[in-house]
Structures are given as C-alpha cells and as structure tokens.
C-alpha cells in the first residue's frame, strides 16, 4: 500500500488549507485513515481519525472545531480540511491507513504512512 500525501504550504494564520492522502496498491475502503503531525524536536501526535465508511470521526483536541476529514472511497483518497490555522498548527503533516476498522489514535498502530506535507503557519 502506498501512500501519498499532497496540500501543504505556507499560510498566514487564519487562513485555510485542504491537504489530500491518495492512497494505491490495495482496496482502500477497509482501513481508518488518520493525520498525524510532527513538528521540530516534537513527537509524531494524533491529529484526526475516519473509519473505512466515513460515518465515525475523532479528532485531537487540538483539532476539534477547526479541522474536517473525509474520504472518497471511489477516489482511494482522504481529506483534511483545515481552517483557522495557527502558526502552532506548523509541522509536517502525515496520512496513515489502520488496518482494523475502529478508530485509534496512536501512531504505532498504523500499518501504512504516508511521506509527509509541510505546513507552515506564518504570524
């Protein structure tokens, strides 16, 4: 399975930006998809989850309010919308796939990952 990650860039804070996951190489709608982000000296943290239908969601609480994920299983592909950046919300942004179908929040139990999109949020 392979993931590829695209969207990012620099915003100024307040602004908007939709990055998308394509994911190839297997039937896509089985698996949760997350986001996780990482930034400098950080560890790699929980953004968003979406279970293999679309119809559960869970987000950080970081997230909650200002960020949206989707999926279009006909388009082998995942959302995250996300609004009202901060310059905080910089970091390089990652799709993951699970292969179980509840939602999980922990990197280590994501089987695929994606090669990262840089955000960056200027003041």
């Known amino acids: 399975v392979q993931l590829q990650a695209s969207g990012g860039g620099l915003v100024q804070a307040g602004g908007s930006l939709r990055l998308s996951c394509a994911v190839s190489g297997r039937t896509f709608s089985p698996y949760t998809m997350g986001w996780f982000r990482q930034a400098p000296g950080k560890e790699r943290e929980f953004v968003a989850a979406i279970s293999w239908s679309g119809s559960r969601k869970y987000y950080a609480d970081s997230a909650k309010g200002r960020f949206t994920i989707s999926r279009d299983n006909a388009k082998n592909t995942v959302y995250l919308q996300m609004s009202s950046l901060k310059p905080e919300d910089t970091a390089v942004y990652y799709c993951?796939?699970?292969?179980?179908?509840?939602?999980?929040?922990?990197?280590?139990?994501?089987?695929?990952w994606g090669q990262g999109t840089q955000v960056t949020v200027s003041s």
């Open positions: 993951a796939g699970d292969t179980q179908t509840y939602i999980r929040v922990m990197a280590s139990d994501y089987d695929y």
